[in-house]
C-alpha cells in the first residue's frame, strides 16, 4: 500500500466524497473553515504521531457508487421505549419530530432542527475537531443529516432518544452530524447507533456535537455494530459547563475499520465526566479509539474505562490522553485500559498520555495487555465448563464492568454479538 | 474405583511423583499427609487435568476409564472434582451464574437435560445450608474479596452442587479457623456415601478429626511409604514424618 499521499489523491477523494454527499442530500451549509481546513490539512499518515498505528491511505480507494436505496432497516433493540430516527446512508427516513416550540425540547432531524430553530443552533454548533483533522473537515464540508436533540435549560428530556443509522449494501459515503444541546440544569439520555448490512463498503463519517449546560446531565450510549467492509470515522466533540455531569459509552460491537475520536473539553468548575468504551476486533479488523479529555477548569472529576479484546490477526488502537491546565487545580483524572489478546497475530497498541500543568491535582492511569487467565480457564474446566463455556463466561467477565453501564437490552445485545462472532454461541 | 498405578510425573525438568501407586474404592475416604514438596498437591492437579504437569510412566484409571486420555472439562464431566487449594477469583462472573454454566454444561455432555431455573434454585438453596454459605456470597463474584474461609466453602459448596463421584480435596483446611474448618467437614460428612470417594489431602492431622478417614497414606519424595488406618494420622502428628521417611530410606537400601 502507498503510504504517501499525494495531493490530487486525497483531493480526488474528498471530492468524490462531497459530490456523492451532494446528491444524496447535505444538510445546512458546509462550516466555512472546514472548507479552508480540508484544503490545508495534511491528510493523516502514519509519520503522524496521532495516527502512528492507524492506516487511513485504505479510505483513498473509497469510490461511492449510486446513492443508496433509502429502504427502513430491521428495528434495532425493540423493546427499548423511546424516541426513535432512522437515518440510511446520511438521509432521514423515519421517526416523529418531537417539538414544543422555540422555548421547548426539540428532537428530530438536523435537517428539520435547521428549518425551524436556526438561531438556536447557531452557537455553538461547529466543531472544532472540524479545523484540526482532515477527515472532521470533510464531513463538516459536506455534512447530512443526523439527530438533533435541543433540551432547553431546567428541563427533562422525559424519554431517551435513540437515533440509528444504517448502511445499506453497496458502496456509499455517508457524514451524518448530529447535535445536541443540553441547556442548563437540564438532562437528557440518547443512543446513538450505527449499523450496516454484511454487504456494506464505503465510508461512514460521522460527527456528533455536544454541547452539556451548567449543571446539565447527559448520558450518551454509542453502539457500533458493522458487519460488511465500510470504513468508519468518528469525530465526537464534548463541551461540559459547570457541575455538569456527562457519560458517553462506546460499544464497537463490529467493525471491519473503525477509528473514534472522542473528545471532551471540561468549559467549567465541578464538571464530571465518565467515558467507558469496549471493543473486540477479530479476523482482521481494525478498531482504534482515541480519546483526550481536557480539564480546563478546576475541581473538575473524570474517570476512563476502554476495556478490549483483540482476537485473530485484528489490531486495536487506544490512546487516551489526559490534558489538566494550568490552574485547573484539584483535578482528579483517573484513566483504565485493559486489553486481553486471544490471537497469537493479533496486536493491541495502547499508549496513555498525561499532560498536567497544574501542581495539584490527582491523576492516575493504569495500562494492562494481557492473556486469558490460565488459572480461571482451568478453574472453570474443572467445573465441567467446555473451553467455549469457559472462554465466553470469561469474557463476559472482562467486559462487564464496561458492559453493565449500558441498558441491559444494549447490554446483551452487544454481548451476543461479541459470543457470536467469537463462535461462542 | 479410582487405580493409579506407578504413577511418574514432572513439571518441566523436575520429576515430582515418581512411582506412586494408589488404590481408592467406592464409598472410601483416603487422607494423604505428607512433608512439604513430596508431591500432594501435584498428585490433585494431575487427577483434575491441570495441564502443566507431564505423565512420563504409569497409569490411572477411573472407573475403568483411562483418565489420562480425558481433559480437564471431560474429568469433570466424568465426576471428578477437586476443591482448589487456592480457589480462583473471577471478577464479574456472579458465583450463580458460574455454577448455572457449569451444571448445565455438564449435563449437556452427559446428554441430560439442563436443570430447570426452580430446580437450580432449590438446589442451590440446599447446598449453600449445607455449608453456611449466605445468599450475598451466592451473588457475588466468584471469589471475589472472599475470605480464605469463605473460598473453601464455596469450593465444598460447589462439590455439593456438582455431586462428584470422586471429591479431591486439596489442602482445604488451610487457612481455616476452628469454625470454618468445622462447617467445611461436616458439608464433606454430609456428602459420604456408599458410591462417593475422598481424597483427602492435608498437612495436619486436625482436618481428620473431623473427617475420618478410612486409609491414610503418607506421601513422599513423590510416592506412597507407608499407609494405614485413621490412627495413622495421630502417630505422624506425633511423631513428624521423618521416621516413616528415614525407615523407608533404609528399607530402600
Redesign the interface.
Known amino acids: 500500500m502507498n503510504e504517501v499521499a499525494t495531493p490530487t489523491q486525497h483531493a480526488a477523494l474528498a471530492a468524490r466524497v462531497s459530490e456523492a454527499c451532494a446528491a444524496a442530500g447535505l444538510v445546512g451549509e458546509p462550516q466555512a473553515e472546514a472548507l479552508e481546513a480540508l484544503e490545508a490539512l495534511d491528510y493523516p499518515t502514519t509519520r503522524q504521531e496521532r495516527w502512528k498505528y492507524t492506516r487511513a491511505a485504505r479510505l483513498l480507494k473509497v469510490t461511492p457508487t449510486a446513492s443508496a436505496p433509502l429502504q427502513a432497516p430491521p428495528v434495532v433493540v425493540e423493546s427499548l421505549d423511546a424516541l426513535r430516527f432512522t437515518f440510511v446512508a446520511g438521509q432521514h427516513i423515519s421517526g416523529e419530530t418531537l417539538d414544543e416550540g422555540a422555548e421547548g425540547c426539540f428532537v428530530g432531524p438536523v435537517s428539520v432542527a435547521l428549518e425551524r430553530y436556526p438561531e438556536r443552533l447557531k452557537a455553538w454548533s461547529n466543531s472544532a475537531f472540524a479545523t484540526q483533522e482532515w477527515f472532521a473537515a470533510l464531513q463538516a464540508s459536506a455534512p447530512q443529516d443526523g439527530v438533533c436533540i435541543l433540551v432547553p435549560a431546567g428541563h427533562k428530556l422525559q424519554r431517551p432518544v435513540l437515533a440509528h443509522h444504517h448502511m445499506p449494501d453497496g458502496a456509499h459515503v455517508a457524514q451524518p452530524r448530529h447535535l445536541v444541546h443540553i441547556g442548563d440544569h437540564a438532562s437528557a439520555e440518547a443512543v446513538l447507533w450505527s449499523d450496516n448490512t454484511s454487504h456494506a463498503e464505503g465510508m461512514m463519517n460521522a460527527a456528533i456535537t455536544a454541547s452539556v449546560g451548567n449543571g446539565a446531565s447527559l448520558s450518551l450510549e454509542i453502539i457500533q455494530d458493522e458487519p460488511g467492509t465500510v470504513h468508519h470515522m468518528g469525530h465526537h466533540h464534548f463541551t461540559q459547563g459547570s457541575n455538569s455531569n456527562l457519560t458517553v459509552r462506546t460499544a464497537t460491537a463490529c467493525a471491519h475499520w473503525l477509528r473514534n475520536d472522542l473528545h471532551i473539553l471540561q468549559d467549567g468548575t465541578h464538571a464530571d465526566s465518565t467515558f467507558h468504551g469496549c471493543y473486540l476486533p477479530n479476523g482482521d479488523q481494525f478498531v482504534d479509539h482515541h480519546t483526550r479529555i481536557d480539564h480546563a477548569h478546576p475541581d473538575g472529576q473524570s474517570n476512563e474505562l476502554y476495556k478490549g479484546l483483540a482476537a485473530d490477526k485484528s489490531t486495536a488502537v487506544f490512546n487516551g490522553k489526559i490534558m489538566v491546565h494550568k490552574d485547573a487545580q484539584r483535578i482528579e483524572a483517573y484513566q483504565s485500559n485493559r486489553n486481553l489478546l486471544l490471537g497469537e497475530q493479533a496486536a493491541m497498541y495502547a499508549k496513555p498520555e498525561l499532560e498536567i500543568y497544574a501542581d495539584d491535582v490527582r491523576c492516575s492511569h493504569g495500562c494492562t495487555t494481557g492473556q486469558f487467565d490460565k488459572e480461571a480457564l482451568f478453574y472453570l474446566r474443572s467445573r465441567g465448563m467446555t473451553e467455549t463455556a469457559a472462554n465466553n463466561l470469561l469474557v463476559q467477565a472482562f467486559l462487564a464492568e464496561v458492559l453493565d453501564g449500558f441498558r441491559p437490552e444494549i447490554r446483551d445485545h452487544v454481548h451476543s454479538v461479541f459470543a457470536r462472532r467469537l463462535g461462542w454461541i | 474405583m479410582l487405580k493409579i498405578d506407578n504413577l511418574h510425573a514432572r513439571i518441566g525438568d523436575t520429576e515430582i511423583l515418581k512411582g506412586l501407586s494408589l488404590e481408592l474404592g467406592a464409598g472410601e475416604v483416603h487422607a494423604i499427609m505428607g512433608p512439604n514438596g513430596s508431591g500432594k498437591s501435584t498428585l490433585a492437579s494431575i487427577l483434575?487435568?491441570?495441564?502443566d504437569y507431564e505423565v512420563t510412566q504409569g497409569s490411572i484409571s477411573f472407573d475403568g476409564v483411562d483418565l489420562l486420555e480425558l481433559?480437564?472439562?471431560e474429568?469433570?464431566?466424568a465426576g471428578i472434582?477437586?476443591a482448589?487449594q487456592y480457589?480462583?477469583e473471577?471478577?464479574?462472573?456472579s458465583n450463580i451464574?458460574?455454577?448455572r454454566?457449569?451444571?448445565n454444561?455438564?449435563r449437556e455432555?452427559r446428554e441430560e437435560e439442563p436443570l430447570s431455573g426452580k430446580d437450580f434454585l432449590a438446589k442451590v438453596k440446599a447446598c449453600a445450608q449445607l455449608v453456611e454459605l449466605d445468599g450475598k456470597l451466592r451473588d457475588r463474584?466468584v471469589n471475589e474479596g472472599f475470605s480464605g474461609g469463605e473460598k473453601k466453602r464455596n469450593e465444598v459448596f460447589?462439590m455439593a452442587m456438582?455431586e462428584p463421584k470422586l471429591a479431591v480435596l486439596d489442602e482445604t483446611d488451610s487457612g481455616l479457623d476452628i469454625d470454618a474448618l468445622r462447617i467445611v467437614a461436616h458439608g464433606v460428612n454430609s456428602m459420604r456415601g456408599a458410591d462417593r470417594s475422598f481424597l483427602v489431602i492435608t498437612h495436619y492431622q486436625r482436618l481428620l478429626d473431623h473427617i475420618v478417614p478410612d486409609f491414610v497414606h503418607v506421601l513422599a519424595g513423590g510416592r506412597i511409604v507407608h499407609s494405614g488406618g485413621k490412627e495413622l494420622a495421630l502417630e505422624l502428628e506425633e511423631k513428624g514424618y521423618d521416621w516413616i521417611v528415614d525407615a523407608e530410606a533404609a528399607e530402600q537400601a
Open positions: 483434575a487435568g491441570r495441564e481433559d480437564a472439562t474429568r469433570a464431566v472434582f477437586l482448589f480457589p480462583v473471577i471478577p464479574g462472573v451464574n458460574f455454577l454454566t457449569a451444571l454444561s455438564i455432555q463474584s460447589q456438582l
